[in-house]
Each structure stands twice: as C-alpha cells, then as structure tokens.
C-alpha cells in the first residue's frame, strides 16, 4: 500500500512539474513577441489554429484575424496565447473566405485557404508563417509608460499540419 502512494505522489509531483516547465516552440515565441522587439522584420512559423472571435476588415483586401498558439497537453490549460495576424481576404492562397452574406456568421461559414489553395476549417491544426514588424517600436505606451509592442504579422503561408 505505501509503494503505491509513493508512486502516485511521483507521477502526480512529474505532472506539476511538466505542466509548470512545459511550453512548445510557439507558445514561447508568443510570449517572446509581445514582450521584446528580437524578432522585428524576421520570419516568424507558429503552430496553432486560426479563431474568428472578431475578424476586421483592414481595407485592400486584408483581414485581421485571431492566431492561437497552444500547448501540446491537455492538461496545460492557461499556456494557449492568441495573437493577430493579417490575412489576405477572398478566394486564393493563404487567404479566408466568409460564406454568406451579412454582418452575422458562424466560424462553420469561414474557409481557409493553405498555401496551395485547399480549403482548411477553423479545426485544423496549421504552420503559420509571416514576417513580424513592430509598428511602434521604441516607443512609450500612454497608459503603462512601458515600451509599446505592438506589431504586425504579414506575408502570412498557412501549411496544415
């Protein structure tokens, strides 16, 4: 009785301590992203899946929309990090599609469009690569008086995993 509680105190401390150090490539280059200018004007690949809980149209043709970068385990919770990439919008390579028409749509009317033209779902798991600008760098928030990271990711190729 007592070798079994001792290991299930190991795996329950080896769990705690996998779910407090763990973070994949991506999550950590999110964080990286939204806390440093190291990787302004590089190439940047993440692996996530796109979301639409806004989509905004940023005129010629472009679409601002949520990227969510995510750890592998289930049980790592609070680790995803969403960012905003700029897509293209319409019908053709690495764009998205709203089917319908109106204001109101459900992600089942949004398609995705790879790197080679097939249509994706919001479900699928993609490789997103695009070039990273900081659009204020060097530059002061006006609220926290902190350095201001905002940024642009453009250029987008989407790859499904």
Same mark, same amino acid.
């Given at each position: 009785?007592?070798?079994?509680?001792?290991?299930?105190?190991?795996a329950?401390?080896?769990?705690?301590l996998?779910?407090?150090?763990?973070?994949?490539?991506?999550?950590r280059?999110?964080?990286e992203?939204?806390?440093?200018?190291?990787?302004?004007?590089?190439?940047?690949?993440l692996?996530?899946?796109?979301?639409?809980?806004?989509?905004?149209?940023t005129?010629?043709?472009t679409?601002?929309?949520?990227?969510?970068?995510?750890n592998?385990f289930?049980?790592? #919770?609070?680790?995803?990090? %969403? *960012? @905003?990439?700029?897509?293209? $919008?319409?019908?053709?390579?690495?764009?998205?599609? /709203?089917? =319908?028409?109106?204001r109101k749509?459900?992600?089942k009317?949004?398609?995705?469009f790879?790197?080679?033209?097939?249509?994706?779902? #919001?479900?699928?798991?993609? %490789? *997103? @690569?695009?070039?990273?600008? $900081?659009?204020?760098?060097?530059?002061?928030?006006e /609220?926290? =008086?902190?350095?201001?990271?905002?940024y642009?990711i453009t250029?987008?190729?989407?790859e499904?995993?």
């Amino acid at each position: 009785m007592k070798t079994i509680k001792t290991i299930l105190s190991l795996a329950l401390v080896v769990l705690v301590l996998l779910a407090i150090f763990y973070n994949n490539g991506s999550v950590r280059l999110a964080k990286e992203i939204e806390t440093s200018y190291d990787n302004d004007g590089k190439t940047i690949e993440l692996e996530g899946r796109l979301n639409t809980p806004f989509l905004t149209r940023t005129g010629g043709g472009t679409t601002n929309m949520e990227f969510e970068v995510y750890n592998d385990f289930i049980i790592i #919770l609070n680790g995803n990090k %969403k *960012l @905003t990439v700029t897509m293209n $919008y319409g019908e053709g390579k690495n764009s998205i599609l /709203i089917n =319908g028409e109106g204001r109101k749509f459900e992600s089942k009317d949004v398609i995705v469009f790879d790197k080679g033209g097939n249509k994706l779902t #919001l479900s699928d798991k993609v %490789k *997103l @690569t695009g070039l990273l600008k $900081y659009t204020k760098k060097g530059e002061k928030n006006e /609220i926290s =008086g902190k350095e201001d990271y905002t940024y642009n990711i453009t250029n987008v190729v989407i790859e499904k995993i």
